[in-house]
Every structure is written in C-alpha cells, then in structure tokens.
C-alpha cells in the first residue's frame, strides 16, 4: 500500500490531532474525574463509619463499593487510550502493561517475547506501533476465536520487528482487506512512519503480523 506525499501528510497530521485529543482525555479521565470520584469514595467511607444504623451502613457500603468499581474501570480505560508508561518509559513497558489488562478483559493468554536491546524512538513512532500491536489484539479477541496469541519484537542494529501471531481461525485476507477499515489503518499508519505491516491469514490455521520500522 503506497502512500502519496500530499496524502500522507495530510494522514499524518489528522492521526497526530486524533492522538493529541486522545492523550488530553486519557490524562483527564485520569487525573480529573478518577481523582474527583476517588475524593468522593473516600467521603463515603468516612460517613459510612460515622452512621449507626446498620441497614444505612450497609447501603452506604454497596455505594463505596460501587464507586470503587468504577473509579477502577475509568483507570482501566485511562490505560487503554494512552498508557502512561508509553511516553515515560518506551514501548515494551506499555505493551506489558497493555497485555496485563488485556488478558484480564478477556481471558487471552499472550506470550511476549523481547530479543535484543531496546532502543529509544520518539513518541510518534512508540504511539504508532502501539497503535498497531493494540489493533491486532483487538482483532484476535473479535474474530480469532482463540484463547492465547504471540507477539515477539526483535530488536536489531537499524530495524525493530515485531511479529504477531495466533493460531484462531484466520480468514481470507483478499476479501476482509477489501472491507475492513482497521486492517488498511495498520498498515498505513506504519506507512506514515516509513515502516511496513504485512498482514497474512490462512483459513484454520490463523494470523501472521509483520511489522517492521527502521530504526536511525
């Protein structure tokens, strides 16, 4: 897939507005509502000890209880949008930490494999293979049918590899490529940073992704 130049600026410059926006509501969610909603949950803790009677105290509790849960689950989505640990420190932390929730979402064994050195990218380049990496899970726990996935990154002197791997159910890539918007989105966005993804699939026999970004 072959991206022109004024396109590829012009895609460049919409996923980077997309990320910015998408960074600003992470952080929010974060450090706005999850610390107003965890002010509130400690409140009612507090007022759940100062009540005597019990049927109040108890339903003071379920709420405390409630409000937890979902001071968690905002945390949870706050990770998903934009792991802290991608800006701070690099790709393969944010993929571990990615993965921890994953497998907790939904029950899908992923093997990470690291060989070599990790070496610093910028930002663009770590959002964009997490981007990528986080979309091919996305699709195997949609469609793959399967309960465990690989993903191995190789770093070597002037290029990064990352394969992803499942042995689900595949598909005929000819025809999901012709409708399935994510698939395309993979691998222009490599495109965007002068790396490349090849996606490959075989009916019953699962996915391969190759992805791959030079490094300088």
Same mark, same amino acid.
């Given at each position: 897939m072959e991206i022109q130049p004024a396109k590829k600026n012009i895609s460049s410059y919409i996923i980077q507005s997309q990320e910015d926006?998408? /960074?600003?509501?992470a952080l929010e969610l974060h450090e706005g509502v999850g610390q107003t909603l965890y002010s509130l949950y400690t409140g009612m803790q507090f007022i759940q000890t100062a009540v005597d009677q019990p049927e109040? /105290?108890?339903y003071i509790g379920d709420m405390a209880q409630m409000m937890e849960k979902t001071i968690q689950e905002i945390r949870l989505?706050?990770?998903e949008l934009h792991p802290p640990a991608l800006g701070t420190l690099g790709l393969l932390p944010a993929l571990k930490s990615y993965l921890k929730l994953y497998t907790s979402t939904y029950g899908i064994i992923v093997d990470l494999q690291n060989e070599g050195m990790?070496?610093?990218i910028s930002e663009r380049e770590s959002i964009t293979l997490f981007r990528v990496c986080q979309e091919a899970l996305a699709n195997i726990a949609r469609y793959a049918d399967t309960m465990s996935a690989a993903i191995f990154l190789q770093w070597k002197p002037g290029q990064l590899s990352i394969n992803i791997e499942d042995k689900g159910k595949g598909f005929d890539i000819n025809a999901e490529m012709q409708k399935s918007s994510g698939l395309a989105a993979m691998i222009e966005r490599m495109c965007l940073i002068s790396g490349k993804c090849v996606i490959s699939s075989k009916i019953g026999e699962g996915t391969t992704i190759d992805i791959s970004l030079p490094l300088y």
């Amino acid at each position: 897939m072959e991206i022109q130049p004024a396109k590829k600026n012009i895609s460049s410059y919409i996923i980077q507005s997309q990320e910015d926006e998408i /960074k600003r509501i992470a952080l929010e969610l974060h450090e706005g509502v999850g610390q107003t909603l965890y002010s509130l949950y400690t409140g009612m803790q507090f007022i759940q000890t100062a009540v005597d009677q019990p049927e109040m /105290k108890g339903y003071i509790g379920d709420m405390a209880q409630m409000m937890e849960k979902t001071i968690q689950e905002i945390r949870l989505l706050a990770v998903e949008l934009h792991p802290p640990a991608l800006g701070t420190l690099g790709l393969l932390p944010a993929l571990k930490s990615y993965l921890k929730l994953y497998t907790s979402t939904y029950g899908i064994i992923v093997d990470l494999q690291n060989e070599g050195m990790e070496v610093q990218i910028s930002e663009r380049e770590s959002i964009t293979l997490f981007r990528v990496c986080q979309e091919a899970l996305a699709n195997i726990a949609r469609y793959a049918d399967t309960m465990s996935a690989a993903i191995f990154l190789q770093w070597k002197p002037g290029q990064l590899s990352i394969n992803i791997e499942d042995k689900g159910k595949g598909f005929d890539i000819n025809a999901e490529m012709q409708k399935s918007s994510g698939l395309a989105a993979m691998i222009e966005r490599m495109c965007l940073i002068s790396g490349k993804c090849v996606i490959s699939s075989k009916i019953g026999e699962g996915t391969t992704i190759d992805i791959s970004l030079p490094l300088y």
